[in-house]
């Protein structure tokens, strides 16, 4: 019996009581009253305080699970940034590698350069030994060989190749072209431009315009004796005019003029052969090492 009923039964006790009971009874209904009356009014606490509890824990259930809803959508982000950052870290993985195999393709390609460049260096050397031993001490005397950036000129001095003024090759100069013919033969993979250059003095022929047409028919001149002459096959050869227009010395000066005086032959790799090289991809390389 809960403290309400008691209560309700202590309240019809007393009132009956009032109609024929003794003073110490009803003194003790009287205690029993208020006891009861007591423990209602606790009974009425601990009710209050029970649904106060209840009340704070559903409170407290619906706050966790608040909390339990964000904490898993911050997981759920951070799991999101995690697949995000893997993936990021995969492809960055793969591209670092493809960089790698780039550069290890570049070095490749260089150091082909570079081989084919020293290749042409030491090719270029041995030519120019092999002319300047083929020429005579006086030969020599008119003909500078040098070497310059890969490229090899042969500078033949006016004098002895033509009369002044004249474009026609003299009987002298054919034992100096025989012997460059030669060489010339001996490597096959290079070309080979004749050019012609004067001095700054305007030329007085009717049948020559100008130091450009003088310039040129020398060019020409050599490079007809070198094809008809001496067998050099004249795909190879090229012939060009500079006129007075790339000098090398002071046309002030009669030595100056005498320098600028000259007919270039230079020779050369095939231009192609290195186009070829330089338009040639490198080849693929899965290595991840950097040389």
């Keep these: 019996m809960n403290a309400k009923t008691l209560f309700v039964v202590a309240v019809a006790a007393l009132t009956l009581s009032s109609c024929g009971v003794s003073k110490k009874e009803h003194?003790?209904?009287?205690?029993?009253?208020?006891?009861?009356?007591?423990?209602?009014q606790d009974g009425q606490i601990a009710l209050a305080e029970s649904n106060a509890k209840g009340l704070s824990l559903e409170q407290r259930l619906e706050d966790a699970?608040?909390?339990?809803?964000?904490?898993r959508e911050a997981y759920n982000a951070i799991q999101r940034s995690l697949d995000q950052s893997i993936q990021q870290g995969s492809q960055s993985s793969i591209n670092i590698a493809k960089l790698v195999d780039e550069i290890n393709a570049s070095n490749k390609y260089i150091k082909q350069l570079v081989d084919a460049k020293s290749k042409s260096d030491s090719l270029n050397?041995?030519?120019?030994?092999?002319?300047?031993?083929?020429?005579?001490?006086?030969e020599l005397k008119d003909v500078d060989i040098k070497v310059l950036k890969g490229v090899v000129y042969i500078s033949l001095s006016d004098n002895m190749?033509?009369?002044?003024?004249?474009?026609e090759i003299s009987s002298e100069a054919m034992e100096t072209l025989s012997k460059i013919?030669?060489?010339?033969?001996d490597y096959g993979d290079y070309d080979v431009l004749v050019e012609g250059n004067?001095?700054?003095?305007?030329?007085?022929?009717?049948?020559?315009?100008?130091?450009?047409?003088?310039?040129?028919?020398?060019?020409?001149?050599?490079?007809?004796?070198?094809?008809?002459?001496?067998?050099?096959?004249?795909?190879?050869?090229?012939?060009g005019g500079r006129g007075e227009y790339n000098p090398v010395g002071d046309n002030t000066t009669e030595t100056g003029r005498s320098r600028n005086r000259?007919?270039?032959?230079?020779?050369?790799?095939?231009?192609?052969?290195?186009?070829d090289l330089i338009d040639q991809?490198?080849?693929?390389?899965?290595s991840t090492e950097l040389e």
């Excluded at 699970?65 to 904490?71: G, K, S």
């Excluded at 050397?125 to 006086?138: E, G, I, Y």
């Excluded at 190749?161 to 474009?167: A, I």
């Excluded at 991809?281 to 899965?286: C, F, G, V």
């Design 161 to 167: 190749l033509y009369k002044s003024g004249s474009y």
């Design 281 to 286: 991809a490198p080849e693929d390389t899965s």
């Design 125 to 138: 050397m041995v030519l120019t030994n092999n002319l300047t031993r083929s020429l005579s001490r006086d």
């Design 181 to 185: 013919a030669k060489i010339i033969k």
């Design 65 to 71: 699970q608040a909390a339990n809803a964000e904490l």
């Design 262 to 275: 000259r007919t270039e032959i230079i020779i050369t790799p095939k231009l192609d052969q290195f186009l």
């Design 27 to 40: 003194q003790a209904l009287q205690s029993k009253y208020e006891a009861l009356q007591r423990d209602y």
């Design 198 to 239: 004067t001095d700054d003095v305007p030329i007085s022929k009717t049948n020559i315009r100008n130091n450009w047409d003088l310039s040129a028919l020398r060019a020409s001149s050599v490079v007809q004796v070198l094809q008809d002459k001496f067998g050099v096959n004249p795909s190879r050869l090229t012939a």
